[in-house]
């Protein structure tokens, strides 16, 4: 058998990933950008679920993973249609100007 | 193969990660976004996730960034205008999500020392047919649970962005 990858470089990969989802989603100011990486942190965690489940040997990580897409699905669909909304009253996508919740 | 493979698509991935984060403009973060959906799909393959793989492609890959890239084109998202950031978040930001990231690299390493390595073709639990099966039988009532959430995931966006009526 050739030689394979250590399970902890995937999970490593899949660290990084969620890193750069919350950089993205602290540094940025873009709306949709800051969705997006939340996104990015999202398919960082099923890349670790779908490792833990190839080391146990079970399909239980695959299914945690499924539901995660799923809810991801249905976070997009009502986030993207919240941002519309806050773009028809406010026509903004900067999420500085948007801070009416702050005061 | 095993380790060219992945390191080919784990470059791919960071690289489009680290591209969504740094563009100004959306549309590029999206197309990046994509990269990484997609090379993520690989490795799944790779890890023996045959049904997730194309569930990633299919779902994220297709239809969540199809939304996106509407919702860009929609509103006509321009870039990005860069203000002054507090000092604070300037000084501490990244070497802060370094350290994170350290943190959590060291524990990877520690807690899973003599894990093994990941063979393409070991694990073959990950088919459709196991996957479904699975999904009916012990995980049936989550399932259903979210089959709801998704429905009224669609009733709220539906909602949300009509028109009002006058």
């Given at each position: 058998m050739t030689a394979g990858v250590p399970l902890s470089w995937y999970l490593i990969l899949s660290a990084v990933l969620f890193t750069l989802g919350v950089a993205g989603f602290v540094f940025r100011r873009n709306i949709i950008t800051v969705f997006m990486s939340i996104e990015l942190m999202l398919n960082g965690v099923n890349l670790s679920f779908i490792t833990f489940s190839y080391q146990l040997k079970q399909v239980n990580g695959h299914i945690f993973s499924f539901f995660v897409m799923v809810v991801a699905a249905a976070e997009a669909a009502v986030g993207l249609a919240i941002i519309l909304t806050v773009f028809k009253n406010r026509s903004t996508l900067n999420i500085d100007d948007v801070s009416s919740m702050k005061n | 193969m095993d380790v060219i493979l992945f390191l080919i698509f784990a470059v791919v991935a960071v690289v489009c990660g680290i591209n969504v984060v740094v563009q100004s403009h959306p549309i590029s973060s999206a197309i990046s976004l994509i990269g990484v959906m997609a090379s993520l799909a690989v490795l799944y393959l790779l890890l023996g996730a045959e049904f997730l793989a194309a569930a990633q492609v299919i779902v994220?890959?297709?239809a969540i960034m199809v939304l996106f890239v509407f919702v860009i084109m929609l509103l006509n998202a321009g870039a990005e205008t860069r203000r002054g950031r507090s000092f604070m978040a300037q000084l501490l930001g990244v070497p802060l999500l370094i350290a994170f990231l350290g943190l959590m690299a060291f524990f990877v390493q520690r807690l899973f020392p003599g894990a093994g390595d990941v063979h393409f073709?070991?694990?073959?639990?990950?088919?459709a047919l196991a996957v479904g099966r699975a999904l009916f039988t012990q995980f049936l009532l989550p399932f259903e649970v979210v089959s709801v959430l998704i429905l009224i995931a669609i009733l709220g966006a539906v909602v949300l962005a009509r028109k009002e009526l006058e």
């Amino acid at each position: 058998m050739t030689a394979g990858v250590p399970l902890s470089w995937y999970l490593i990969l899949s660290a990084v990933l969620f890193t750069l989802g919350v950089a993205g989603f602290v540094f940025r100011r873009n709306i949709i950008t800051v969705f997006m990486s939340i996104e990015l942190m999202l398919n960082g965690v099923n890349l670790s679920f779908i490792t833990f489940s190839y080391q146990l040997k079970q399909v239980n990580g695959h299914i945690f993973s499924f539901f995660v897409m799923v809810v991801a699905a249905a976070e997009a669909a009502v986030g993207l249609a919240i941002i519309l909304t806050v773009f028809k009253n406010r026509s903004t996508l900067n999420i500085d100007d948007v801070s009416s919740m702050k005061n | 193969m095993d380790v060219i493979l992945f390191l080919i698509f784990a470059v791919v991935a960071v690289v489009c990660g680290i591209n969504v984060v740094v563009q100004s403009h959306p549309i590029s973060s999206a197309i990046s976004l994509i990269g990484v959906m997609a090379s993520l799909a690989v490795l799944y393959l790779l890890l023996g996730a045959e049904f997730l793989a194309a569930a990633q492609v299919i779902v994220y890959a297709g239809a969540i960034m199809v939304l996106f890239v509407f919702v860009i084109m929609l509103l006509n998202a321009g870039a990005e205008t860069r203000r002054g950031r507090s000092f604070m978040a300037q000084l501490l930001g990244v070497p802060l999500l370094i350290a994170f990231l350290g943190l959590m690299a060291f524990f990877v390493q520690r807690l899973f020392p003599g894990a093994g390595d990941v063979h393409f073709g070991a694990f073959r639990g990950g088919t459709a047919l196991a996957v479904g099966r699975a999904l009916f039988t012990q995980f049936l009532l989550p399932f259903e649970v979210v089959s709801v959430l998704i429905l009224i995931a669609i009733l709220g966006a539906v909602v949300l962005a009509r028109k009002e009526l006058e």
